[in-house]
């Protein structure tokens, strides 16, 4: 279990600070042009900022005082700097952001006590990668990634200095709501009653409504309004309406009804109350430059505490700097009978008055309705820093304990079985030999265990399917050697001789082979994320070891038993004569396989242009949600139901009749944390009926160990990083079948060979396309095309080329020994002579796979049929 995400830095929100929040036109309008580039662009934020700023800035440049040459940036930018020596500043100062932001992250994670947690940036993108195996309350980790720990300290206005302003917006927005054709839209539903709305405002703002049909038929602000002034807050909403009042009291027709002394008024919402719908709205004092008086930047130390209720809290030490300033605001506040609002991440957590006079020595203290845990977070939120901007998890794997146990026990068993299976058949088919290549490849499945430890690398399912995978491909080299040495024996040499012989005259085509997955693995991890990197580690890891163990380790064992005069043997009775004499003329039905393979690659085409593909939301972004029942239910049925709070909604059964695989795109845009909470509680409304009776919406989220029903499993891709995913995933493919190209070009030095290797690779992933095409409708199991597909597809073009590159080998060498290229005889006989190699290659890794794919978990079985299918085709 745990959580693995991928935080997007807010390059625009780093571009706003430096620019001192400008309201430049020209400027904010570039900020939302960049956005829009982004969707489709590969290019960094800030280079898509300044195509944009250069299409639409007329006069106006980068250094102007309203933009960047302000106080903030005085020492680098100054009036008379070009844009083109501007912006290598601002790319300067945006990636010192990001590298503040990822060790402000890293510095949270250290102090947050996971096992094994990895943090790393991606590229130059302002995305950064966190992996957090075990973490156990997943809605914790997130708000710890998420807050940007802002921490200001702002003198608040009394909640009855604001009600004039507040009757006279109403009054304002009557008629600007008014105006509009659908005024339900703007102003949501009116209440039908005349004396209920006049009373509301009479009582909530301390004024009288003097037009009673008007407040009736469009009463904006007061009928949203739930409590009236008390203290420092202003009045008290529904939480479901903050975006939308929001949006009325920063209307600039409504801004200007503010008294000249009021005019920087800085609205923000207070902390909602876990057992409450209601929040509070506060008026902090603002000024010109929108800047508090007091920031997080002189907190020197934050430790969890508990107030004089016996509550938790968090208790803050300023330094000298900020002392000072802190008797200041507080000896004014306890002089003028006010509040000094606290304010987090734009967020009023508590505004407390001053009782005692000017509270000197720089000590604070936040308190709220904190859990222990969300304290002792904040704390050390607080320590670690504030981020530099906002990090929105643009993707998201979350695994629930359980299920990631569900996930270990498969895992093993299909790896246990595997490893049973290749060791039996190694036994059976080579004898005395095979014991010796079970031999090292026990070892090799040690020695690949011992290399990711020391690496500190995360186990993740790919990455144990990946092992697996290596067990089939690791006794591939000892195949190879033992069928060379029987070769060897059989024209007569003695054994020693022929050890030697098959050894050395193996050792081409088991580099070639490994080196050609090698490089697709390669490409994998440069291109992959996430778990499917973990699958790219470990099969470079197990390509590497296989052929150390393969190489140096079986010809140890093999010359120390000969060395002790005793007789070795690499067959078995059941094996001696198998595929030894085979004379079939492969060339002479090549029209046969024409029409075959012509036939199946002109299908697959087909279905792919009339049917396409079950795109997941690697390519399409969106949300995605496994959520397990605890009896059986009809994906229809549900559906039924999400379709009313979604929208739309995918449905699918995975694994078994009473667990679901639910796939949304509602709210696919929006990356934020409530956007997050919004759409999992709807899910949860719309699954109501089929849970069980009295569950409640905490117990379906959470994340503790025992649980049995609910959700288990999540993931999140924004449209940005599907549309990435897409081009990286295109990327990979083509990078691969050049590099296996010019690879091959190298070795067999004919440019024949390397078109021949390709186009037959390209063969065999049309019809791996095809299949899953034509079958993702009525298969048992999701078929999705996602990362861990596009791996698959990656593995069948490294792996399919390793039987290819065989018989390539053995034609080089007849050429070499016959003495020049014999047309189809020399082809016929490479491949009639090599038989029992490049089946039992792929048998043995077939093997391996098939154990996986029935005995393994729902999540792999899309990805392992797709190389199943590959490997056949192949």
């Known amino acids: ?89 601002i790319k300067k100062k945006v990636d010192e952001s990001i590298v503040s932001a990822f060790e402000v992250l890293r510095k949270r994670i250290d102090k947050f006590g996971v096992t094994s947690p990895n943090i790393q940036r991606l590229g130059n993108s302002g995305r950064i990668l966190v992996e957090l195996p075990g973490a156990k309350d997943i809605e914790r980790v997130k708000k710890l990634l998420q807050s ?62 003097t037009d009673s049909t008007d407040v009736a038929t469009v009463n904006p602000l007061g ?57 509070d709205l506060y008026a902090l004092k603002g000024n010109r430059d929108n800047v508090p008086e007091l920031s997080g930047a002189v907190i020197t130390d934050a430790r969890q505490a508990y107030n004089q209720r016996s509550l938790p809290s968090v208790s803050m030490q300023m330094n000298s700097k ?33 009782t005692t006079g000017a509270i000197s020595g720089g000590n604070s203290e936040i308190s709220g309705s904190f859990t222990l845990n969300e304290a002792i977070d904040l704390a ?152 499917i990197k973990g699958f790219a580690t470990t099969l470079i890891i197990g390509i590497a070891t296989s052929l150390f163990t393969a190489i140096f380790i079986t010809r140890l064992l093999v010359d120390w038993y000969m060395n002790r005069g005793k007789n070795l043997t690499f067959t078995t009775s059941i094996t001696r004569g198998l595929l030894k004499k085979v004379n079939f003329d492969f060339l002479g039905k090549r029209k046969i396989a024409y029409l075959l393979s012509g036939t199946l690659v002109v299908l697959s085409l087909i279905s792919l242009f009339t049917k396409g593909l079950d795109q997941g939301i690697d390519f399409v972004g969106g949300r995605t949600y ?48 409530e956007a997050d909470e919004d759409v999992q509680a709807k899910l ?62 190298l070795r067999f030095k004919k440019w024949q060979f390397s078109l021949g290797a390709v186009t037959a690779v390209f063969h065999d992933v049309i019809i791996v396309l095809g299949v899953f095409s034509f079958t993702y409708s009525f298969m048992p199991f999701t078929m999705e095309i996602d990362q861990a597909f596009i791996a698959a597809i990656l593995t069948v073009i490294g792996y399919s080329l390793n039987d290819t590159v065989i018989i390539f080998d053995r034609i080089r060498e007849t050429i070499n020994e016959r003495g020049g290229f014999k047309g189809g005889k020399n082809i016929n006989y490479a491949i009639n002579s090599t038989l029992s190699r490049t089946l039992n290659t792929s048998m043995t890794t077939l093997v391996v796979l098939l154990a996986m794919f029935i005995f393994g978990t729902d999540s792999l079985r899309g990805m392992l049929y797709a190389i199943i299918v590959g490997i056949v085709v192949g």
Not at 41 to 65: R, W
Not at 150 to 170: C, I, R, T
Not at 323 to 352: C, F, H
Not at 666 to 672: A, F, R
């Open 1 to 89: 279990g745990g959580i693995n995400v991928i935080l997007e830095i807010s390059v625009k929100d780093i571009l706003k600070g430096l620019s001192n929040y400008s309201k430049d036109p020209v400027f904010n309008k570039a900020l939302e042009d960049a956005s829009e580039l982004q969707k489709n662009s590969q290019n960094t934020y800030v280079e898509d900022f300044f195509t944009s700023f250069e299409a639409i800035k007329g006069n106006q440049k980068l250094a102007s005082p309203e933009i960047f040459a302000n106080r903030t940036l005085s020492e680098e930018v100054t009036f008379d700097m070009t844009d083109e020596q501007v912006m290598p500043i």
């Open 148 to 209: 940007t720990a802002q921490l200001e300290f702002w003198d608040v206005y009394k909640g009855e200095e604001m009600s004039s302003f507040l009757f006279k917006a109403n009054e304002t927005l009557k008629g600007l709501v008014a105006t509009k054709t659908d005024a339900k839209s703007d102003a949501k539903v009116v209440k039908d009653s005349t004396t209920q709305a006049e009373d509301k405002i009479k009582e909530l703002t301390g004024e009288v409504a």
């Open 223 to 279: 009928n949203l309004m739930v409590g009236g002034a008390r203290g420092p807050v202003v009045a008290s909403f529904k939480a479901e309406d903050k975006d939308l009042v929001m949006s009325y009291l920063n209307k600039p027709q409504v801004r200007a009804l503010l008294p000249v002394d009021q005019r920087y008024v800085k609205f923000a919402w207070g902390i909602q109350p876990k057992d409450s719908d209601f929040v």
């Open 322 to 354: 900020g002392a000072k300033i802190w008797e200041e605001m507080t000896g004014r506040a306890y002089n003028q009978q006010s509040q000094i609002a606290i304010v987090l991440d734009n967020i009023v957590y508590s505004a407390p008055g001053v």
């Open 380 to 531: 050390n939120v607080l320590r670690a820093g504030k981020l530099p901007a906002s990090a929105d998890i643009v993707q998201a794997d979350e695994v629930g304990p359980s299920l990631g146990q569900e996930a270990i026990d498969s895992g093993m068993m299909s790896f246990l079985i595997a490893l049973a299976v290749v060791l039996l058949w190694m036994i059976v088919y080579y004898g005395k030999g095979g014991l010796f290549a079970d031999f090292a490849l026990l070892l090799n499945i040690l020695l690949i265990f011992g290399v990711l430890s020391g690496l500190g690398a995360v186990l993740t399912l790919p990455g144990l399917a990946g092992i697996v995978l290596t067990i089939g491909m690791s006794v591939d080299a000892n195949v190879l050697i033992y069928e060379r040495i029987k070769e060897e024996l059989e024209k007569g040499k003695g054994l020693r001789e022929s050890v030697k012989d098959g050894f050395g005259n193996a050792l081409s085509s088991i580099l070639d082979a490994n080196i050609t997955t090698l490089l697709t693995a390669i490409i994998l991890f440069v291109f992959g994320t996430g778990p």
């Open 626 to 673: 496994q959520v397990r029942f605890a009896q059986d239910v009809s994906p229809e049925e549900v559906k039924g139901d999400l379709l009313k709070v979604f929208g739309s909604a995918e449905v699918k059964t995975i694994g078994s009749s009473h667990q679901l695989k639910i796939s949304t795109k509602y709210k696919v845009d929006e990356n934020s944390a």
């Open 684 to 745: 949860f409304q719309a699954l109501t009926p089929f849970l069980p009776k009295g569950m409640t919406y905490e117990a379906f989220k959470s994340g503790s160990g025992d649980k049995k029903i609910g959700k288990m499993l999540s993931s999140k891709v924004s449209p940005t990083i599907a549309d990435d995913i897409k081009k990286e995933s295109l990327w990979a493919v083509l990078g691969s079948l050049v590099v296996v190209f010019l690879y091959i070009l």
